[in-house]
């Protein structure tokens, strides 16, 4: 009798001959290559450094593509956009120490964000490992220590046999729900080190799917078709399962009000009868939620800027489908269904009954007029300065094309009021909060989705972060426009400063360059536009090949917060 732990995969007889005579002159390098190669990568983004030059040079003997970038942390965003777009495992190469450690912000974007990042540094040679203190150049007393509590889990490989096996953990790590950079590190002499190993083939690391327990999506069915007034909050998980369409199926068989956070926008159609938009910094919008007497929260956590700032308080039962087992039940008790958001919201529709509401359409009509009323009263309705500047990028930016928010003004209303058209087309650094994200992220995206122009959106002093990757821009000839709208200092941070402290600011104003200037420095065209101009010059850029800046002097106002007493 053969019992399936006793069957083994048999090599074929080409994988016998290649075993018997590898290629010479190959290195631990190259079986961190072969591994990626075999795990279906084709691009990897990064930085040389020296102690990383033997896997850098296994790179530039292969055929994967290599992106490098001016400064790591970029390098890192870049990634993050391209798995973001992808859906794919990205490799990030590092070097140690500084190289290293520069990353780090972007790597708590990827793991806010939930984007499968695979970070691979190099180390010191073995014998400096463990806190010998040998003086080695770039040598820290425990490196992955510095990124333990930001990556999702953490490998490391201190021989050639061990590399496969460790990358193919690692990748395995980054694609399981929910998905999220990982971290993994290689020493100098075994990145270097010749080996004879056999080439690297059949890598397999398969994600788990992760299923919800049919008992808790039948009771939360029974909730949903027997309640009164349900209501759906759609998170960024619903974007990353790619689970739009089951999620606007299941609202429809519900009569189900959707709004969706900050980073699920796009996760269900914006002028639907049934979509709350994304309003969820308006007061109106969190008492319409508490009124709700079942909320159905899919790939969300429910924290600080998806609950308008932890103020809000639910009324009624709350079924929470969340990948992140941490995040589970983290702000509010709740019926939790940890599962991957597709795989939930298919069980719920094999299950749920429809219930019919013909007055949905009408209370999500209501609560969007408050909200506009709110905004009219402080002169930030539709003929606004900021409400015109997000129709015009709107109006200028093709529905499929993808946009990459930074921390800015700009961005802090399109968090709200910009409708992305389409499901994973608009991201923002809004999971971490850190500056410099959007212009080469949107790098990223460009080479995820080439042919497709894409638009990145900083403030100026954002933009400060990423001004090097012009020149990244220039040398790819990548199609990105960049709107840098110049209010001379850190806007967000003003306002906040003038607000919280009797209108004193610190540290707020900045002095500049010429950003036309700057950008044709590098070869890359420039246009200094006006509200009046915006939509035009943006559609202009978007349309031409190739890299574009398109600079904006203008001071934004926010409207006024509704969570404060």
Known sequence: MTHDHDLVLR???????AALAPPPGRTGG???VETLRGLGATTVFGLPGQHALGLFDAVGRSDLRLVTLRVENNAGFAADAYGRMTGEAVPLLLSTGPGALTALPALAEAAAASSPVLAISSQVPVAGLGGGRRGHLHELRDQSASFRDVVKSVHAARTPSQIPSVIAEAWESALSAPHGPVWVEIPEDVLRAETILPQVTGMDATPHELAPRPELTALAAHWLETAERPVIIAGGGVIRSDAAGKLRQLAERL????VTTFGGKGAFPWAHPLSLQSWLEDRHMTDFLEDADVVLVVGSGLGELSSNYHTFLPGGRVVQIEADLGKLESNHPALGIHADARLALQALLET?????????PERVRSVLGAVAARLAAQDLGPESLEQG????VRSALPARSPSFWDMTMLAYWAWSAFDPKHPNTMHSAQGAGGLGYA???ALGACLAEPGTPVLAVSGDGGAMYSIAELATARQHDLDVTWLIVDDGGYGILREYMRDAFDGRTTGTELTRPDFAALAESFGVPATVTSPDTLAADLAKAL???GPSVVILPATLRLFAPTHLP
């Open 543 to 545: 349309a031409a090949p």
């Open 439 to 441: 212009f080469p992220a």
């Open 30 to 32: 190259d079986l961190v």
């Open 11 to 17: 090599p074929t007889e080409a994988q016998r001959a």
């Open 389 to 392: 500047l997000l129709a015009s």
């Open 352 to 360: 749920v009954a429809e219930r019919r509401d013909p007055g949905a």
């Open 255 to 258: 009569s189900a009000p959707v």
